[in-house]
Structures are given as C-alpha cells and as structure tokens.
C-alpha cells in the first residue's frame, strides 16, 4: 500500500528529484503514480503522452482485477500527518452543485480564484479516463461537531480497508468503510448541511473539481433529463473535513520569483505596497531569510491579489517565472538559485475562511493551503467514470 499511495499531483512542483524518488520507489509495483500527471513533468513531457499512458494503465488495473468494489459507501479517513489527527470521510458530490466562478452563489464554492490555464491538462487526462482519483479536499463548517466526528467513536464496527504508512514522510492513514444504515444516515447528515446557503467550501484541489464540471458540462449537453441525473461525471470524488477538525491546519503558500533582480523586485514590492502596519511577508534570498516587508490590503485576500500583480507583472517584463510553494524549507532552499527571491506568506485564521467567501467571495489564487506540501492527500482510492 506504500507504493501504491501518492501525494497530490501538484506538490513539489520545483522539485523533480522528489517524483523522481517516488517512480524509483515504486519501481514496477501497483501504484496510483502511473494513473496521474505530476505537474513537476508538464513542461518536459507533452499532457496528451501523460494522458494516454495514465489512461493506459487505468486499463490495466481495473482489468487486472487490482482494485475491489465497494458500491454505495463511504470511507471515514484519520491521517496522522506532522500537525495532529484529521478526519474525513471520502464520498461524491454532485458537481451541479459546484461553480467555482467568481461572484457564485452556488451551495458548492471554490476558496480561491481558479487559474484557467491549469484545467486543459487535467481536463485531457480525465477526458478518456476510466477512473478519479480524489486529492480535493472540501471543507465543512460544521462548529459543533455534528457530522463527521460522531464516527470516531464508532469506528471500531466499521471494517478497516487499510492502514499503512505513506511515503516520503507523509505520515500514517487508515481508512473504514462506511456502508449499509451507517452511510443511510451518514448521507442524511450531508444532505441537511447542504441546504445551507454556503454548504461545501474546497480547501486542497479545487483546479481537479474545477477541470470535472467543465468536462461534465460538455458530457451533458449530449444527455436526456433522465441521463443526466445518474451519470457517473456528474458526480467527484473527494474527501470532506470539518474545517474546525484539530488536524486542519492552514498553511501560507509562498511565493518565489526565479531569473530576476531580487533587490529591484523588492525594492518594486516595497515603493507599491510597503505600508506601517501592513501583514508582515518575510523576504528569502541565497538560501535565508532576509527581513520582511510589511504590505497594505483591506484584507489579507486583497494584499495576496496585491503582490500577485507585481510578481506576475515583474517576472513577464523580466522573463521570470513565478512558482507556489508549498514547504518553508522548499521555499528556502530554492532561493539558494541565483537571481531568485522568494516571499514567506502569513496565515490565516480557519474560523475566517467560510465567513470571508460568504463575504468577499473568491480568495486570490494560491491564497493558502491545508496543511504542508507532505500533509497533502494522498491518491488511494478511486471511482469509476
């Protein structure tokens, strides 16, 4: 089960030699590594080759009899990652509930701006693909613990499907199918939380989900009313936590700016945005930190979008590349490249998250992360499409 389980495929994405760990420890063994597209690889490897031989060897799994079928389940997860215990429950939701535009009104909402750009790959490789595999994870607002939490002191009676350590210190995940009543009244629960104006915000993967309603949106143009209401692409596959859960965490992610003059892009930073008072962005160059910068913004979704448009606008002046990480230590360790600079993030409050989207809608792209870059949800498992 080690090697068949892997982190999300946008982790890492500076960091080739950690993919190229994973594929040598795989070796030629059953893993999920063969059914995605590690975005460290997309400007090496056309997304049509990756496409194809993911979709190949989907074919071959399911044919090979690797995977076992549980219909009409849920899965509840607890992964030990480095920040505590987080609980979850694996299951589909209905992606006409989902719009991930800016200004929806929809039950189902994206965090975050999605990037247009990052859905053609994702959609080339669903597009064939006999099957998902979930990395999304959405997040519930659910402060006294009603829904999920419950099943952690039942879990006893459900059967363990697995339970294992993950890979390149990803900590320790078991997981418990959840059928028969249990997922009768389970699905009960979902279904009252989502009459709820703001039911179901995406924490971790929303660029998937987003890529799945664009194709299902095609797919269903094609569909009778009757077709429509059952077909296995309207619905995705993901992982719902509480966001008040105690292994949630939100990480910053970070931002470095590669091929530029780091002293006149701070200096940029600071004659723009620099304010007394302002949210505190930690400036890294050669491998250290090197002070901060404190920037204005009416929110600190309106200072990400701020700096954002002076990166962006910087880097395609200069012909630099912006990058997201994910990891402090990737972030600095990366800036021991010259003529890179990169920006330590702050966080922010998870209480704020479901109260800021009913309120200002959409955060900035890149905004935060659940977790570290190795807390990320693992592929494991996986539906038919």
Sequence with gaps: ????????????????????????????????????????????VPALDMAETTNRAMAEYLDGGVFEKLPASFVYV???????????????????????????????????????????????IREKARLELPHTIVLIDDPEKLVIEPLRKIKDSFRKLYDFELMEGGGRIEGRLIEGEAALELEESFRVLSERELSYVIGDGNHSMAAAKELWNKIKTGLTEAEAETHPARFFLCEVVNVYDEGIVFEPIH??????????????????????????????????????????GRSFGNMVEALQDILDEYASV????????????????????????????????????????????????????????????????????
């Design 78 to 124: 607890e992964r030990h990652t480095s920040k505590g215990v987080r609980h979850g429950v694996v299951g589909m939701i209905d992606l006409e509930a989902y719009d991930f535009t800016y200004g929806s009104k929809s039950p189902v909402r994206a965090s975050e701006r999605t990037v247009a750009e990052r859905l053609p790959a994702r959609m080339l």
């Design 255 to 296: 931002r470095i700016v590669f091929n530029v003059d780091p002293d006149k892009l701070i200096e940029l930073v600071k004659e723009k945005l620099e304010i007394p008072g302002g949210r505190e962005v930690v400036l890294c160059s050669g491998g250290k930190k090197r002070g901060s910068v404190y920037l204005r």
């Design 318 to 385: 200069y012909e630099g590349t912006v990058d997201y990480i994910h990891d402090e230590e990737s972030l600095l360790k990366l800036t021991e490249e010259e003529g890179s600079v990169g920006f330590l993030m702050p966080v922010i409050g998870k209480e704020d998250l479901f109260a800021t989207v009913m309120r200002e809608g959409l955060w900035p792209k890149k905004s935060f992360s659940v977790g570290s870059a190795r807390d990320k949800r693992y592929y494991l498992e996986a539906r038919e499409i």
């Design 1 to 44: 089960m080690e090697k068949w389980s892997v982190i999300a495929c946008d982790q890492f994405t500076s960091e080739r030699e950690y993919w190229d760990r994973v594929g040598e420890r795989v070796g030629t063994e059953p893993s999920t590594l063969r059914m995605i597209m590690p975005e460290a690889y997309l400007n090496d």
